[in-house]
C-alpha cells in the first residue's frame, strides 16, 4: 500500500494569498484527519471526516480555514487568506473505522510557510 | 476532554541502555493507545498499537504496556541505539485520537 499521500510537501506563499494542500488517504479507510503541528502548540486536530462526512470541525481555526473529503480517495485543506501564523506543518492521517477501532497512519506532512 | 500527558518531554541515554517512556491519561474509557514515532521533517510512523482488551504489544526491541485503570502506558526500548533517536508521541482513543506533546530521545554513541 502506498501509505497516506499528501501534496505539496512544501509550500512558500505570501501573506493573503490562498493555500491548498491535497491527501490522499489509504485505500480501504473512511476515516480522515487533518492535524497541524508546530513547536508551540504541538499536534493540533483540525478537523475529522468520517465516510466523508465532517464529524468534528471544532479544531479549524477561524473562517479562514475550509476542508472538504467529496470522495473517499481525496480530500483538500484550503486556507484563504493566509496569514504569518498559519506557518506550521499541516498533517493527513487516515484510518479505518476511526479511533475506537483503527489504527492511525499519518502521511508525511506538508510544511507551509507563509511570509 | 481526555488529556494525554508524556514526562519527562526529553531524554538523553548512553546506547545500549534498557529505557522507558510513560504515557498518561485522565479518562480511562479508552479504546486503544497507540505509539508513534517521528523523526526530524517526517510524519508520524506507528510502532504499536495496544486495544482496550489487552494489555501489552511487542515488536522486536519495543514493548508497550496499557494499564486503562491508572491511566497510564509505558513504551519500553531494550539495547537502545542511535538510530533510535527520535520524537515519540502516544495517542489515546475515544471519540477522536488524543495526543500527548511526545518525549524527545537522543541516545548517544
Known amino acids: 500500500d502506498a501509505g497516506v499521500i499528501q501534496s505539496p510537501r512544501h509550500e512558500v506563499t505570501e501573506m493573503g494569498q490562498e493555500v491548498t494542500l491535497r491527501c490522499k488517504p489509504i485505500?480501504?479507510?473512511?476515516?480522515l484527519f487533518w492535524y497541524r503541528q508546530t513547536m508551540m502548540r504541538g499536534l493540533e486536530l483540525l478537523i475529522y471526516?468520517?465516510?466523508?462526512?465532517?464529524?468534528?470541525d471544532s479544531g479549524m481555526p477561524e473562517d479562514r480555514f475550509s476542508a472538504k473529503m467529496p470522495n473517499a480517495s481525496f480530500s483538500t485543506l484550503k486556507i484563504q487568506p493566509s496569514e504569518p501564523r498559519d506557518s506550521a506543518v499541516y498533517f493527513c492521517?487516515?484510518?479505518?473505522?476511526?479511533?475506537?477501532?483503527?489504527?492511525?497512519?499519518f502521511g508525511e506532512g506538508s510544511r507551509l510557510t507563509v511570509l | 476532554k481526555q488529556e494525554v500527558t508524556q514526562i519527562p518531554a526529553a531524554l538523553s541515554v548512553p546506547e545500549g541502555e534498557n529505557l522507558v517512556l510513560n504515557c498518561s491519561f485522565t479518562?480511562?474509557?479508552?479504546?486503544?493507545l497507540q505509539w508513534f514515532r517521528q523523526d526530524p521533517g517526517k510524519g508520524l510512523t506507528s510502532l504499536l498499537l495496544?486495544?482496550?482488551?489487552?494489555r501489552e504489544q511487542t515488536s522486536g526491541r519495543l514493548n508497550a504496556s496499557l494499564d486503562k485503570s491508572s491511566g497510564r502506558s509505558t513504551l519500553y526500548i531494550a539495547a537502545s541505539q542511535p538510530g533510535d533517536s527520535a520524537t515519540y508521541l502516544c495517542?489515546?482513543?475515544?471519540?477522536?485520537?488524543?495526543f500527548g506533546t511526545g518525549t524527545s530521545l537522543t541516545v548517544i554513541p
Open positions: 492521517a487516515s484510518s479505518f473505522l476511526g479511533p475506537n477501532t483503527g489504527e492511525l497512519f
Open positions: 485505500s480501504g479507510h473512511n476515516s
Open positions: 471526516f468520517n465516510n466523508n462526512v465532517p464529524i468534528d
Open positions: 479518562d480511562s474509557a479508552i479504546y486503544n
Open positions: 495496544i486495544q482496550s482488551s489487552q
Open positions: 495517542a489515546a482513543t475515544g471519540n477522536q485520537f488524543y
